[in-house]
């Protein structure tokens, strides 16, 4: 089961360069997240769509851009890298709304592991 | 304030002793909480998670939740070298967000 799936999981930008960081589901999940993780931070949600055709801002969305491709797939792109945008990035799915107030887990993906120059 | 905090640590413990890690959030309209756990280099993994009131024990593990005192807490009984880790607390807001502490590291003396 591949579950959560990430690509690149490695990724050296310059300065200024754009890229597009892919995450798949296979879970049937209907909703997915982005976030970036930096020393002493924790996880910050960039990013978030609870089901597909929508998508809304986390708490650090400035400088990124989404799309929520299908039900399986949610992008995350840097329009024009910044060295403060290096960073380990996460993706996550899980399954809301089944049972309000009891909601599932979610499930990551291995990262991607972004350095700006 | 910060939405969800936790005391980033280290914590150390002898291995065979309680460890007890503990969250705190703000908002009263929370209603999941979960803990991860995160390898150095790794993605989180769930350990737990809990919605109501009370102790939920899964093996070692004892997730503890107070809703009026906004406090949820871990507890990892004998305690082992492999438990070392940074443990996330993850809290479901009113909202779709879920927010995350940003961790307490654990570590386990053999």
């Known amino acids: 089961n591949a579950g959560v799936t990430q690509t690149p999981k490695f990724q050296v930008l310059k300065t200024g360069q754009s890229m597009t960081l892919q995450c798949a589901q296979d879970?049937?999940?209907?909703?997915m997240y982005w976030y970036r993780q930096d020393p002493g931070m924790g996880l910050r949600l960039i990013y978030y769509?609870?089901?597909?055709?929508?998508?809304d801002k986390g708490e650090v969305p400035n400088g990124y851009n989404v799309s929520r491709l299908n039900k399986r797939e949610f992008s995350l792109r840097l329009e024009s890298a910044a060295p403060s945008q290096t960073s380990v990035y996460f993706c996550?799915?899980?399954?809301?709304?089944?049972?309000?107030?009891?909601?599932?887990?979610?499930?990551f993906g291995d990262g991607t592991r972004l350095s700006i120059l | 304030q910060k939405e969800v905090e936790q005391n980033s640590g280290p914590l150390s413990v002898p291995e065979g002793a309680i460890a007890s890690l503990n969250c705190t959030y703000s908002?009263?309209?929370?209603?999941?909480f979960f803990w991860y756990r995160q390898y150095s280099g790794k993605s989180p993994e769930l350990i737990m998670f809990?919605?109501?009131?009370g102790d939920k024990e899964d093996g070692r593990f004892t997730a503890q939740l107070n809703k009026a005192s906004q406090y949820v807490s871990l507890l990892i009984r004998d305690s082992q070298p492999s438990d070392s880790a940074t443990y996330l607390c993850?809290?479901?807001?009113?909202?779709?967000?879920?927010?995350f502490g940003a961790g307490t590291r654990l570590f386990v003396k053999a």
């Open positions: 993850a809290v479901r807001t009113g909202g779709f967000k879920t927010i």
């Open positions: 996550a799915s899980s399954l809301l709304g089944e049972i309000w107030g009891r909601d599932q887990p979610q499930h």
């Open positions: 879970m049937n999940h209907n909703s």
């Open positions: 809990i919605y109501s009131n």
């Open positions: 908002d009263r309209g929370s209603q999941s």
């Open positions: 769509s609870a089901s597909e055709g929508t998508t």
